[in-house]
C-alpha cells in the first residue's frame, strides 16, 4: 500500500548523476571480482588449508547459495525502504568476508569468511538492481543494463585474473588487495544520491516532475501476483537450466591449467597460463552491448523481441562451446617466467599460434551469442514488473541462477573426476564441459515461452502506472 505524502527532490545535477551511476557499476564490478577470485587458486588454497581441492570447490558453491538466498531478503527489504544505507551495509559485509578469506589459517575460518562475504554480496547485486531501473528509460534498457551486466562479468574476468596472477605466489595476496579496494569502494558511495523509485517510468514523468512522489512499496500480499506474472515464471526458471552450464564454466580456468600441465609446464606457469586463457577466451562477453541494443531495437518493433533475441543467442551458441572445449592448443610460453612474461607470451600465441586464433574467434563468437541473454533478461524483468516488485523479482531470479551456478560449478568437478578413468586429462574436462553446454536447449525454450506471454503482461504494467500516475501527481491530495 503507498504511503501518502511527498518528499523533497533528491539528486544533484549531471555531474553528480554521472558519479552515481559510475559508483554503482564500479560497485557491481568489485563484488563480482570476489566471486571470482577463488577458482583459479583452488590448486594453491587446498594444500596451504590441508583440505582436497573439491574441499575449496564446495566453500565456492555454498557462497553461491548463500548470497542467492540473502539477495531475496536484501531485495524485499529494499523494495520496502531507503536502498542507499542496504548497499552500504551489504558492501561492508562482503569487504569483511573477503578480508577474512584471505587472513584464514583454517579451512572452517575461510568457509565462514567466504559465507560472510556472499551475504553482504547478495545485497550488492539485487538492491544494486532495483535502483539502476530507476535510472533507465524502458527504451534504452537493453543498452544501458548491458553495461550493467558487463561490469559483472568484467568483475569476474578480473577475478579470475587477479587470482591467477597476483595469487600464483600467493594466494591470500588477491583476497587482502580486493578487500582494500572495496573500503575505497564504500566511501566513495557516501556521496551518491538516493534515486528515486519509479522517476524513469514515461507514464510517471509527469506526476514525478510536477513534485508528486512514488510511494507503493512491496508487501506479502504482492507475492501470489508476482509468481503469477506468466513471463516472471520462465525468466525466473530459465535460470536454473542456464547457469548449470554457466556454473561449469568456472571450471575453465581448469581446462586450459590442465593442457598446460599435460604439456610439461610446472604448476605455477601452468596456473598463469590457465587464468590468461580463460579470461582471454572471455572477452566475448563484451558483445552484450550488442545484445542489448539488438533487444532494444527489436523490442521497438514487436513486444516479444528482448525474449526473441535471448532465445536466439542461447541456443545457436550450442555448437560453438563444444568446438571450444574440443580444439587442441599448442602453448608456448617460457616455463618459470614471472607473470607478465608469461601472459605477454600468451597473447602472443593469439597471431603466432592457429589453434590459439582459431579457439579465442569462437569462444568470442560463443559468449556474444549467450551474452545476449543477460542485457534482455534485465530489462524484461523490469519491463514486466512495477517499480517496487522489480528489486524482489530480480532475487528471485538469482537465487534459482544460484541453485543452477552452484550445481553446475560443483557437478563438473565429480563429472570431471568420474570421466577421468576413460579420458586421461585435460580430455576428461573437455567432454565434461561440453555435456554440460547441453543446459543451455531448455533455458532457448523457456525464453521463447516468454516472448509469448511478454505482450500481455508489459500491457499490464503500463496500464498499471498510468492508473497510479494520477494518484501520485500531488495535486490529488492523500491516497489511502
Known sequence: MPIGGTRSSRGGGSVHRFYSVTVFVVLASLDNV??????????????DLGVARAAVGLATAASFLVSAVAAVIWAYVGDQSNRKPLLMIGTLIWVAGT?????????????AAQVLAAIGLGAVGSVGYSVVTDLVTPRRRGLVLSFWGLSQGAGTLAGTLLGGLLGAHDWRRPFLLLSTVGVLAALAYLLTYDIRRGQAEPELSGALA??????????????PAIVARRTNRWLILQGLTAQVAFGALVW?????RERATDQ?????????????FATLFQLGGVLAIVGGLVGDALQRRTPRGRALVAAVGILAAVPLY????????????????????????????????PTVGLSLLTAVVALGLTSANSPNW????????????????????NLVNGVGRAAGNGLIGLTAQALRSAFPPPLNFAVGLAAFQLFFVPTGVMYWLASRSAPGDIRRV????????GKVAPESGARP
Open 34 to 47: 570476489a566471486i571470482g577470485l577463488v577458482p583459479p587458486l583452488y590448486e594453491s588454497i587446498a594444500p
Open 99 to 111: 578480508a577474512g578469506s584471505g587472513l584464514a589459517q583454517t579451512y572452517l575460518f575461510f568457509f
Open 210 to 223: 510536477a513534485g508528486g512522489d512514488y510511494d507503493y512499496r512491496i508487501s506479502r500480499a504482492d507475492l
Open 252 to 256: 575453465l580456468p581448469d581446462l586450459f
Open 264 to 276: 610439461g609446464y610446472s604448476t605455477p606457469t601452468a596456473t598463469i597460463v590457465g587464468s590468461a
Open 322 to 353: 563444444v568446438v571450444l572445449f574440443f580444439v587442441p592448443i599448442r602453448i608456448e610460453v617460457p616455463d618459470g617466467a614471472g607473470a607478465a612474461t608469461v601472459v605477454r607470451a600468451v597473447l602472443g600465441s593469439v597471431v603466432t599460434e
Open 378 to 397: 534485465f530489462a524484461l524483468i523490469a519491463d514486466v514488473n512495477p517499480p517496487e516488485h522489480r528489486g524482489t523479482v530480480y532475487s528471485l531470479g
Open 462 to 469: 503500463h496500464d498499471l502506472l498510468v492508473e497510479r500516475a
